[in-house]
């Protein structure tokens, strides 16, 4: 069984990507356990990632089984933890410390660790990169919330840990920055904070020797301005300074470097950054937002790579993390960095060429149902029947009203919406605004344009640029919706294939709109 655990900002925009690879089908047949885990539970990232998740999970419910071989193929069970740093409870370090330490001595001891404005901010936006304060707060956080709440989220995820272990040797990956304040502050202690929590709701000593553990190391890759920055930091008492991101990312790696318990818990460590810092990541205002639900920030190439580390990490051979584990007890380091001025290709995310085909089959593939199902027409065919024979096939008349929302929404939330004429770039899009070069970034360019008109009548059959153009699939010259010709095609495609076994209608629909899809991109 997989459990991934994304912590902070960094880590929900990493956690996006995971469930995106998800949704293309590359993790078939997986129950996959995720853990969204941040100290601000209104921000915009972690809202986005909820609204990903439950769309995923609506349309493949209610049976929620994993799948072969088709889009949203892995079941996903959802997970979220945030502190409770409420103005009514705990809104500051002298408050929190005081439930931590009981005794005088203590909270004489950090005093003299933590100056008043660490101990005074407010923390309902997070750690700011006050890491030193942030692992004790999360470490303790963890531990009350298990003793309190044991059937929650969080009680639930524990448990989901503990099954796991009665029926193999299940792996956790751990997502996050090392130069923020909440995944830099929560991945070092999270491993003993779960053995800890395992412990006291199970009974059981040293459950983690049961696990394989991975974490992605994310270094600093964007920044942000702070206009009148010592205005800003008297009115908040403590910020989070871009400009010391890249201080913070080489004291981190000392750190991981250096530490032999986190080496001897490890077994795989994938550190990512970029060369240069100077991706600003786009804002709502033109004021710094500090947290809540307006601080949601664009997504970047870098994220996917995190996942594709993931990826990498569950599909590694069980004799190689067993060895590492047992013999070596010692992680493994894998370095990547990626130059934003160079054109990003399939090939960049993965290594092995098996890897590698199958992520530009299954990319490719769900970028052309996402042109497929954002346009109403296409589920009129689906539900009411219209233009398919009448032997042979499935009409979807009673396709569920909801599951048809939600995979609208959530291909929204993977491309575009176009909104007032206006195009709201989604998490793919996002990606290649990322890349310095815009518009060399894994598909061509033309799926990136401007232009509301000609995104709407884009000719998904050219999908893939010069390097794959073998890929792209012929279509008519006159047709009608859809991007003309292309619909066409892909209807008389549609037609030959037959249904599967699965008794959903959403999943038997999306399996034949796979199969069809990799037929007509020569993918068999």
């Known amino acids: 069984m997989i459990f991934v655990i994304g912590i902070g900002g960094t880590g929900m925009r990493c956690l996006e990507a995971f469930v995106h690879l998800c949704a293309m089908g590359m993790f078939d047949n997986q129950e996959i356990n995720i853990l969204a885990l941040d100290t601000d539970r209104e921000n915009g990232n972690f809202y986005r990632l909820r609204e990903l998740t439950e769309n995923y999970i609506q349309i493949k419910s209610p049976t929620q089984i994993p799948q072969k071989d088709s889009f949203f193929s892995a079941k996903i069970n959802y997970y979220e933890y945030y502190p409770d740093y409420s103005l009514q409870q705990t809104s500051d370090f002298r408050r929190l410390a005081q439930l931590i330490y009981a005794a005088d001595q203590e909270r004489d001891l950090a005093n003299l660790l933590f100056t008043p404005a660490t101990q005074n901010f407010n923390l309902l936006h997070g750690y700011r990169a006050q890491t030193h304060l942030g692992s004790l707060l999360m470490y303790h956080a963890i531990l009350e919330e298990v003793r309190n709440k044991p059937k929650g989220s969080l009680g639930q995820f524990i448990n989901q840990l503990q099954s796991a272990t009665e029926h193999s040797t299940p792996r956790i990956f751990l997502m996050g920055s090392v130069f923020g304040g909440t995944g830099a502050s929560s991945i070092p202690i999270l491993p003993k904070a779960l053995n800890e929590a395992l412990r006291l709701m199970t009974d059981s000593q040293h459950v983690l020797e049961n696990f394989y553990l991975g974490s992605i190391l994310l270094t600093h890759y964007f920044k942000f301005d702070h206009p009148d920055t010592q205005d800003l930091e008297k009115k908040e008492g403590v910020i989070a300074n871009a400009r010391n991101f890249a201080l913070n990312s080489q004291a981190a ?55 594709c580390a993931a990826y990498d990490f569950f599909y590694s051979p069980e004799e190689q993390l067993a060895k590492i584990k047992n013999t070596e007890k010692k992680a493994h380091y894998y370095y990547r960095t990626i130059d934003t001025d160079i054109s990003l290709q399939f090939r960049d995310f993965l290594d092995s060429p098996t890897d590698i085909a199958k992520f530009t089959k299954k990319f490719g593939c769900f970028t052309a149902l996402s042109f497929l199902t954002l346009n109403d027409k296409f589920f009129d065919v689906a539900k009411h029947g219209k233009n398919l024979p009448s032997i042979g096939i499935t009409t979807y008349n009673d396709l569920p009203q909801k599951a048809i929302d939600a995979l609208k929404r959530y291909m929204e939330l993977f491309h575009f919406k176009i909104e007032n004429n206006t195009i709201k770039n989604g998490w793919l899009r996002q990606l290649q605004r990322s890349v310095a070069t815009q518009g060399a970034f894994l598909f061509h360019p033309d799926i990136f344009t401007d232009v509301t008109s000609k995104l709407q009548k884009y000719n998904w059959s050219k999908l893939f640029d010069s390097n794959l153009k073998h890929h792209n699939f012929k279509t008519g010259i006159l047709g009608t919706g859809l991007g003309g010709g292309t619909y066409d095609a892909f209807m008389e495609a549609f037609n030959k294939q037959k249904d599967g076994p699965s008794t959903n209608l959403m999943e038997k629909l999306l399996k034949r709109v796979y199969d069809t899809l990799i037929t007509l991109y020569n993918f068999n």
Request: hydrophobic letters at 35%; aromatic letters at 12%; glycine letters at 6%.
């Open 253 to 307: 790696i000392m750190f991981y470097e250096e530490d032999r318990t986190v080496k001897s818990i490890f077994q795989k460590f994938y550190l990512l950054g970029t060369p240069k810092a100077d991706y600003t990541t786009p804002t709502k205002k033109d004021n710094v937002i500090t947290g809540g639900r307006d601080q949601e920030n664009d997504s970047h190439f870098i994220e996917l790579l995190a996942a």
